[in-house]
């Protein structure tokens, strides 16, 4: 949360901005929880993962891509479960191990 509130309105330099090619969003809630949570999943075919503009996961950016990541990831890096918007909560769901 205070990743998002300190860049709610602003840009960080250490991320391209896609807002010219589709959009930004995913990016930036990717960006946050990374903040939260600090494991990248590089695995090439289903990670979760952002090197730079050209070396990212599709699921870094797409938003499709990061929920299917999200929900079904079982190995290393964020996860998550579908919820609706009452059962919405801050966690840290991270697993470190494979």
Do not use: H
């Not at 990743?3 to 809630?29: H, L, M």
């Not at 964020?78 to 966690?91: A, D, L, M, W």
């Amino acid at each position: 949360m205070n990743y998002a509130k300190e860049w709610a309105f602003g840009r960080n330099p250490k991320y391209y901005n896609y807002d010219s090619i589709g959009g930004d969003c995913t990016n930036f809630i990717s960006q946050c929880v990374f903040s939260g949570c600090n494991i990248m999943n590089y695995s090439k075919q289903n990670g979760w993962y952002y090197i730079n503009a050209n070396d990212k996961s599709p699921s870094w950016t797409g938003v499709q891509f990061f929920y299917n990541f999200l929900c079904g990831n079982k190995s290393v890096g964020p996860y998550g479960i579908e919820c609706s918007q009452n059962e919405v909560e801050v966690r840290r769901y991270c697993s470190t191990f494979l």
